[in-house]
């Protein structure tokens, strides 16, 4: 019962014959190990590499640079374009009427008005209704149009225009006339007062092509 540990076989006493086991080296971690800390073997989705994020997927629609267009992303109908100030779909061969021929038809219409001793030009204006025009838009090239529909504003949304809108247009006088102006001006598609109420827009058809 006298002897010491080292008299005893096994890997913690020295005799016996036998040595002692040592410990396995530690086995550093494989690098080819498929995880998704190792960039090697599982590099992240870059774009334009397969299954990258959104890599399929259809994409939004761009916005054009004066906001929403509700046509944006949607094939263009035959006899129709994309105009990217307004981003509406207008007829081609029109571009929307510019402020300086829309101020002239307002004021043309009163010497018009003078000429036909008022009368005729409300038979006028009643005759030119139904093509989307009143006599001075008719006199200078222009028709008022309806994006909505994609065609020229018929009778009745001309009655609308210009007589609801109108009335809204000189409510206030002066302060309505400046707000409408100023509508014209700064919106990009143009619309005054009275083409907001009847959802019109007035175009500059040089060659016609609304009339055909």
């Not at 020295?14 to 080296?25: H, K, L, M, T, W």
């Not at 992240?44 to 259809?58: E, K, T």
């Not at 906001?67 to 571009?95: C, H, I, K, R, W």
């Not at 210009?162 to 409510?171: N, R, S």
Request: charged share 10%.
């Amino acid at each position: 019962m006298g002897g010491s540990m080292s008299d005893f076989p096994g890997p913690y006493g020295q005799g016996g014959g036998q040595d002692a086991v040592p410990s396995p080296p530690a086995q550093p971690y494989p690098q080819s190990a498929p995880t998704q800390f190792n960039p090697q073997i599982n590099p992240p989705p870059w774009p334009g590499q397969p299954n990258a994020p959104g890599q399929g997927l259809p994409q939004a629609p761009a916005v054009p640079a004066y906001g929403y267009s509700p046509y944006a992303g949607q094939p263009v109908p035959a006899g129709l374009y994309l105009d990217q100030q307004s981003g509406l779909m207008l007829p081609q061969g029109t571009v929307l009427a510019n402020p300086g021929r829309r101020i002239g038809a307002y004021f043309l219409a009163i010497p018009l008005a003078i000429v036909t001793l008022g009368i005729g030009y409300l038979i006028w204006g009643l005759i030119v209704w139904a093509n989307g025009q009143t006599p001075a838009l008719q006199v200078l090239g222009m028709r008022c149009y309806r994006p909505e529909d994609n065609r020229v504003a018929g009778f009745w949304w001309m009655a609308l225009r210009e007589t609801v809108g109108v009335i809204l247009d000189a409510i206030l006088w002066i302060i309505t006339e400046l707000v409408s102006f100023i509508f014209m001006l700064t919106r990009p598609d143009r619309r005054t007062i009275h083409d907001l109420v009847a959802g019109t827009v007035v175009l500059h058809d040089p060659n016609k092509v609304l009339s055909q």
